[in-house]
């Protein structure tokens, strides 16, 4: 895949951010990828009297469920079933650090003193 232009600010920061997995990793992507609709979301409200008033989503694990679910779609072994299940549910745990991250950060510069 060639790059975009270099003009085109915003396509090129997203295509040095792309992510290729492995090969062999590709199902659990797919499977990851495919459950992540599904997902619930705990909404929650913060606000500062007068002030600034925010509304956020946290987002929930993926239910088991569901990956299983997909596994059986997609007619998988075992083998394939046990491994898509395990990689997924870590992608899945690293996604949620990240998100919890980015969410705390944000408020925190919602409620930044001036």
């Not at 040095?16 to 062999?24: C, Q, T």
């Not at 705990?42 to 299983?68: C, H, S, T």
């Not at 596994?71 to 919890?100: G, H, P, W, Y």
């Amino acid at each position: 895949m060639l790059p975009p232009p270099a003009q085109d600010w915003e396509a090129c920061d997203a295509w040095l951010r792309k992510v290729d997995p492995e090969p062999a990793n590709m199902l659990p992507w797919r499977c990851w990828h495919g459950v992540a609709g599904t997902r619930l979301h705990r909404p929650e409200g913060f606000g500062a009297g007068m002030g600034a008033i925010r509304n956020v989503a946290y987002p929930q694990p993926l239910a088991d469920a569901e990956i299983l679910r997909w596994c059986q779609m997609r007619r998988l072994n075992e083998a394939e079933t046990d491994f898509t299940f395990q990689l997924v549910k870590s992608m899945d745990q690293t996604f949620l650090q990240i998100r919890n991250q980015q969410i705390t950060e944000d408020l925190q510069h919602t409620f930044r003193k001036k």
